[in-house]
C-alpha cells in the first residue's frame, strides 16, 4: 500500500517537474515577478494620479512604455513622434445651469437628464421622436424620411438600429447629433438604455469630458445633445406614442477647447522572409480613471483611483510580451500599441483603427489584453473563444503555466464589445481580449472594479507573472503559426474581414 502511495507521488512530482522543465525552456521564463512588482508600483503607483487620459500622469507612462519599447529593440512606426501617435480632444466643461421640461414634466438636471455638448440655449419648441435618429445610405435606412424637424427638439432611441452593445451607442454620438443637426433640429436627446446604471453614465459624462475631435469641423456644432433617463412621470413610452411633445429648455452652454493625448506604438519586425509582412497587432490600453470625481466614488483618505486591475494588469502583460518577443523574434511582425481613452469610449483605439500606422489589412490578428480584475488565479479569461480560428493556439500558449482557459465569462456583459479589440473587429480584423480569470462579476471583482482600493498592494504578484507568461507565449503561438486567424462562418464581422482582406465569395 505505501510503495502504491510512494510511487503516485513520485507520477505526480515527475509530471509537475516536467511541466515547470517545459516552460522553463521558454524565452517568457526569463520575466521576473520583481520586475513586474515594480512596474506595478509605478504605473499603479499615486504620483500618475489615476492616469486619465490627456493628463499628467497618462503622458508619464505613456512616456515610460515609449522607453522600453526603444530599449527592447522596437522602431517608432511613420507617423508616430518617438513612439507617440498624437490623438486629439475636444475638453469639455459642462454648462454653469440646465433645465428641462417635457410636456409639463419638469425634469432634474443630472439625475433625469444631462446635457452633453452644445451652445448656450434658451428655447420652448416642439419635440418629435425620430426612431433612432439614424441615416444609412447602404441600407436605404433613413429615420428622418418624411419627418419635419427643423427648429424642433428631436427625442430618438440609442445607438444605430439593432446595436445593443456601449461601444457601438457611444459610438455613434457624434454622427446621430450631425444627421439632426444637418435636419435643422436644434436639439437632439437620446433615451437611455445602457447596461449600466444611470448614475455610472451621468458620472462619467456629467462633468468635464472628452471626446475625440472632429478635425475636419468647419464650424462648432448649434446643436443641444442630451440624454434623457426614464423618470416616474415620463416614461420612454409616453415620448414615442405622443401626438404632441413641449419642450422648454434652456443651458448656458458647454466651453471646449482642444488637447492632445497619444497611443503608444512600436513595430518589430518578424524573421520570416514571408510572413514578415504580416502583423500580429498586440494592444492594451494605459488610461484609468483619473482622481475624485473624474472617477466616481471616492473618500476623504483616498481619492486616487490607481487602476492596478484595469489596466496596469494588462499593459504590464503587453509590456513584458514586447520584450519576450524582442528577445527572441518570432515570424511574423509585432505592432505593440498602448491604446488612450479606453475607460470614455474605446477612444485611442478608435482613432487609430481610422488612422493606422499600418495598414489595416497587413495586420493579421488584433490581440488585446484588459480586465476589471480576477477572482480565479488558476484560469485567464477569453473574450470571442471560438470566433477566430485561435483555440488550440491560445491553448497550447497558456498550457505551459498551468492555467485552465474560461471561455466568455459573464455574457451578460458584452464584454466583447466593451473593450480595445471591438475597434479593430469593426474593421474586420480578428480579434480577441485576453483576461484575467473570473466566470462573472462578483463581489470579489466589484470590490476592486473602477474602486479607490484597486491598489499595487492588492495584486496576486505570482498570477500576474503567470499571467504575463501565459499571454506572451500565445502571442508567440499566433505569431509564428503559418496559418492566419479568421472569424468563423456566420460571426457578425465576418463580412467586415472579407472586405478588408479582399476575400470573395
Not at 441600407?139 to 418624411?146: A, L, M, V
Request: charged share 25%.
Amino acid at each position: 500500500m505505501y510503495k502504491k502511495i510512494s510511487l503516485l507521488v513520485l507520477m505526480i512530482a515527475s509530471l509537475s517537474l516536467s511541466a515547470q522543465d517545459e516552460a522553463a525552456q521558454l524565452p517568457e521564463f526569463e520575466l521576473k515577478k520583481e520586475d513586474i512588482r515594480s512596474q506595478m508600483e509605478f504605473l499603479a503607483g499615486d504620483f500618475l494620479q489615476g492616469r486619465y487620459t490627456a493628463s499628467k500622469g497618462n503622458r508619464i507612462a505613456a512616456e515610460y512604455l515609449a522607453s522600453h519599447l526603444r530599449a527592447y529593440g522596437y522602431e517608432s512606426p511613420e507617423g508616430a513622434e518617438n513612439y507617440m501617435q498624437k490623438v486629439p480632444f475636444d475638453a469639455s466643461t459642462p454648462p454653469q445651469s440646465s433645465s428641462m421640461t417635457v410636456n409639463n414634466v419638469e425634469l432634474e438636471a443630472t439625475t433625469d437628464f444631462l446635457i452633453l455638448a452644445g451652445p448656450a440655449v434658451n428655447a420652448k419648441a416642439k419635440g418629435v421622436f425620430a426612431g433612432h435618429g439614424w441615416v444609412d445610405e447602404e441600407t436605404d435606412h433613413n429615420d428622418y424620411e418624411n419627418l419635419d424637424v427643423e427648429g424642433k427638439v428631436v427625442f430618438v432611441l440609442p445607438g444605430p438600429p439593432g446595436s445593443k452593445d456601449p461601444s457601438s451607442i457611444l459610438g455613434a454620438m457624434r454622427k446621430k447629433r450631425k444627421l439632426a443637426e444637418e435636419q435643422g433640429a436644434i436639439a437632439l436627446v437620446e433615451l437611455y438604455q445602457l447596461p449600466f446604471p444611470w448614475a455610472m453614465f451621468a458620472n462619467y459624462f456629467g462633468g468635464e469630458s472628452l471626446s475625440l475631435a472632429d478635425e475636419d469641423e468647419e464650424a462648432p456644432s448649434t446643436i443641444t445633445y442630451a440624454w434623457l433617463n426614464k423618470t416616474d412621470d415620463l416614461s420612454f413610452t409616453d415620448i414615442q406614442t405622443a401626438k404632441k411633445l413641449k419642450v422648454n429648455l434652456s443651458s448656458s452652454g458647454f466651453k471646449r477647447e482642444r488637447v492632445y493625448c497619444q497611443n503608444v506604438v512600436g513595430v518589430l519586425e518578424g524573421t520570416d522572409p514571408e510572413l514578415k509582412d504580416e502583423y500580429l497587432l498586440i494592444t492594451a490600453h494605459i488610461d484609468h480613471v483619473g482622481v475624485g470625481s473624474q472617477g466616481g466614488q471616492y473618500t476623504e483618505q483616498d481619492s486616487i483611483f490607481n487602476g492596478a486591475r484595469d489596466n496596469a494588469f494588462g499593459t504590464i502583460a503587453m509590456l513584458n510580451t514586447a520584450k519576450a518577443l524582442a528577445a527572441e523574434r518570432p515570424a511574423r511582425s509585432v505592432i505593440i500599441l498602448a491604446v488612450t481613452g479606453e475607460e470614455l469610449g474605446l477612444l485611442g483605439s478608435s482613432y487609430y483603427a481610422d488612422n493606422p500606422l499600418i495598414p489595416l489589412d497587413k495586420v493579421i490578428f488584433n490581440f488585446n489584453t484588459d480586465g476589471a480584475g480576477y477572482s480565479d488565479t488558476g484560469a485567464i479569461s477569453i473574450f470571442g473563444w471560438d470566433r477566430t480560428g485561435t483555440n488550440e493556439m491560445i491553448q497550447e500558449g497558456v498550457k505551459p503555466f498551468g492555467l485552465e482557459i474560461i471561455a466568455d465569462p459573464a455574457p451578460e456583459q458584452g464584454l466583447f464589445d466593451r473593450s480595445d479589440n471591438v475597434s479593430f473587429a469593426r474593421k474586420g480584423v480578428p480579434a480577441l481580449t485576453f483576461s484575467p480569470g473570473f466566470k462573472e462579476f462578483d463581489a470579489e471583482i466589484l470590490k476592486y472594479y473602477h474602486q479607490v482600493g484597486d491598489e499595487p498592494s492588492t495584486i496576486d504578484y505570482d498570477y500576474l507573472t503567470k499571467y504575463c507568461m501565459a499571454f506572451a507565449h500565445s502571442c508567440r503561438m499566433i505569431a509564428n503559426n503559418p496559418t492566419k486567424p479568421v472569424w468563423a462562418e456566420g460571426d457578425k464581422y465576418e463580412e467586415a474581414g472579407k472586405e478588408l482582406y479582399g476575400i470573395k465569395p
